[in-house]
């Protein structure tokens, strides 16, 4: 039901054309590797639209525990969408940065509460330090690497004949 909803919102949703697109099929093997920039577009506009129409206010459940539990998914999952929009505002003050300290600290402190058997990852750890680097250099905007990770999947898929000086093309 989640997975078909999201399907929905990425095929019906009307978004500016400066907005990275996401594949249709996302979470189906069929859809490839999500890029980062895939990400944010999926965690700032379309889970959010998603999961407030499944889960939000005025939505009803099999049970008042579901409802219950279903809620506090979603507003587990409003903490990382808080954290990552403030992440990748165009603008950074101190204010904003302590703001997404305490969003991903609530989704990261919150995630074996929410979800038992989750193993945390490096990146759970590497999250904190984004902070820092607000404070220090700015808008995410300004020191991502979206452009770097689109060349290096260029690159990747370039022919090679893992022979230095000769072209794919050549024969021996």
Not at 59 to 84: F, G, K, P, Q, Y
Request: contains cysteine; aromatic residues 10%; positive net charge.
């Amino acid at each position: 039901e989640v997975l078909g909803r999201i399907h929905d919102v990425i095929r019906d949703a009307s978004v500016p054309t400066w907005l990275g697109s996401v594949p249709s099929n996302f979470g189906e093997a069929s859809a490839g590797t999500i890029k980062a920039d895939e990400w944010r577009s999926l965690v700032m506009v379309y889970l959010p639209i998603a999961l407030l129409s499944l889960w939000g206010a005025g939505t009803s459940h099999s049970s008042d525990e579901l409802a219950v539990r279903l809620r506090a998914i979603l507003d587990h999952t409003m903490e990382l969408v808080c954290a990552v929009y403030l992440a990748c505002a165009r603008t950074m003050t101190a204010r904003r940065a302590h703001a997404y300290r305490s969003h991903i600290a609530g989704y990261v402190g919150k995630l074996k509460k929410i979800h038992p058997t989750f193993s945390l990852r490096p990146n759970h750890h590497a999250s904190f330090h984004v902070y820092d680097y607000l404070l220090l250099f700015g808008p995410a905007h300004s020191w991502w690497c979206f452009p770097f990770e689109r060349l290096i999947g260029i690159l990747q898929r370039l022919p090679v004949n893992h022979k230095f000086g000769k072209s794919s093309s050549e024969r021996e």
